[in-house]
């Protein structure tokens, strides 16, 4: 997009010039510009050209300066959460959503009276149609946003009662499109927890194994990932986000599965490293692999907002509703088969 107008401008630039040369050319020839002039019309062109250009790509340069500016300005005016005076500590790590309400645009209801209880040492798969609201859901355990209705407690603490730093100290994040910064994959891993030991850091690469990653890159581990992680698959990315919250550590892990399709090396490698991060935390995943699923402690269909069912895969699959089908749909997609 920002391209065009550069693009036309640059040949109109030329065009200018061009006609520039014809003219001179034309009336040398017919003898009304002697060479002098002439040398001196085509060394000026030429100079204007070259100035020109360069004005352009400034002036574009100004415009993506500006839109950075403009993105900066946005999240300065950002309202800080509002933190409480008093905080309180949460006694473990469970999570329950109280009759949780909220909505993005404060008319269309995107979460609408859920109760939920994620217990501590349990995974909990949610599971639903595409914007049914499971992002919003879990975003709101880490207050991306505050809930509008109802309470998400932590402990039994209310989010919004514990210290912020506590809150995000105990939250580990991974997302479905994580975005790694343009370093090795070792500084990405790192970022989990910059005081760690090698230690601990070959503790946490030991299960989602980005290291196997790195080795098929040029130089390993010592090679940079590019902006965004855009050299590495998406699943590849996931696997280096696993190992950055298996070294954050957090009692709390909010898992947003990829949705594209991984190879058979990515996907043993997310499934290990699922279970050794759910063994002892409260793990809460958005979750499209059908092993995930079934797999799960307990699994809430999110419809609409609401949670339409609850209960084990087995529990559910025994139940009218809409996860059967659900079910039925994915295990075709996907060529997948329970033994
Ligand atoms: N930042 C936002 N601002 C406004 N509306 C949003 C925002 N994020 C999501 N929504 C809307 O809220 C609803 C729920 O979105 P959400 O991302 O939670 O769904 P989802 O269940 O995670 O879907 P998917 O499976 O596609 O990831 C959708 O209608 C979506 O358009
Ligand atoms: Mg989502």
Redesign the pocket.
Known sequence: MTQRPITVYTLLVYLVFGLTLLCATALLALGQLGAVEYLFVVVLALRSVDALLKAGSQSMSMSVCQNAIDTSERILAAEPLPETDAPQHPKGAGIEFDHVSFS??KARP?IDDVSLVCPEGRLTALV??????????TRLIARFWDVDGGAVRIGGVDVRDMAVEELLGMVSLVF?DVYLFDGTIEENVRFGQPDATDEQVRHAVRVARPDQVAERLEDGWETRVGEGGGRLSGGERQRVSIARALLKDAPIVLFDEATAALDAENEAAIVEAMHELARDRTVIA?AHRLSTIAGADQIAM?ED?RVTQLGTHGELLSQEGRYRSFWEDRRRAQGWRVR
């Open positions: 993005y645009d995107v639903g149609p595409s914007g049914s609201g499971k992002t919003t859901l479905q958005i999110l907002g």
